[in-house]
């Protein structure tokens, strides 16, 4: 049972608008959350998280909101750029420095010039 | 440069074959982990370890095997027993910041069966 899921496999927006990723969990334990930018043929690199004390995480043109009520969190960027056409993992983990991340199945963003 | 290194970014496996994917860091980081990623889909984790000398098993680990003798080195074998190794493998590092476990990953290795 897939414990964080990425509903969208992919997701398309013209250039200098908002892209809008989203995630949703079902394990009440985790309480880290993560985004993580790939592309093809590359490893996932680092991009923006978020703890449960926190309702939204801001980086640039990256911003993270989390919703504990509904196990639901989002990557906001703006204004999107073409570069920034990838695709994004979220992941989860419960507190403590040994626990493991669970990802989601990733969203394909595509932001046409 | 800091940073985890994966070989080959290639690799082919013949029917029967054991092969070895490597993959080294010089981050000094403790934790060390392996992912497979199928096409469309997540990460799947296959085994990691959080000390040298120690490792345990992920979600996929049957037909793998690890070894962890170095702290900067944490290779993987796909073995025989795996009957479906076609995928792109990631090898990440992790460094613990303020109790949490933040993954850097390496460049990948595609495994192809011939």
């Known amino acids: 049972d897939q414990q964080v899921k990425q509903n969208s496999p992919s997701l398309s927006v013209q250039e200098g608008r908002i892209s809008i990723l989203n995630c949703d969990y079902t394990n009440s334990m985790f309480d880290y959350f993560l985004w993580y930018k790939k592309y093809p043929a590359e490893g996932p690199t680092f991009l923006i998280s978020i703890s449960s004390i926190k309702d939204k995480n801001e980086d640039g043109r990256f911003t993270v909101f989390l919703n504990k009520s509904a196990k639901h969190l989002s990557l906001h960027i703006v204004p999107s750029q073409p570069g920034d056409s990838a695709v994004y993992f979220c992941?989860?983990?419960?507190?403590?420095?040994?626990?493991?991340?669970?990802f989601g199945g990733g969203t394909r963003l595509m932001v046409k010039p | 440069d800091g940073g985890i290194t994966q070989s080959p970014k290639y690799l082919f496996r013949k029917e029967g074959q054991n092969v070895t994917l490597s993959c080294e860091q010089n981050l000094n980081h403790d934790a060390m982990y392996w992912y497979r990623q199928d096409p469309g889909q997540g990460l799947r984790l296959i085994y990691y370890?959080?000390?040298?000398?120690?490792?345990q098993k992920g979600d996929i680990a049957e037909g793998y095997s690890v070894s962890r003798e170095k702290k900067e080195s944490f290779p993987l074998t796909v073995t025989s027993a795996q009957k479906n190794p076609t995928a792109f493998y990631l090898c990440?590092?992790?460094?613990?910041?303020?109790?949490?476990?933040?993954?850097?990953f390496g460049a990948g290795t595609r495994l192809s069966v011939l």
């Open positions: 370890s959080q000390i040298v000398n120690d490792f």
């Open positions: 990440a590092s992790s460094i613990s910041w303020q109790g949490r476990n933040i993954q850097y």
């Open positions: 992941a989860a983990s419960g507190s403590g420095a040994g626990n493991m991340l669970t």
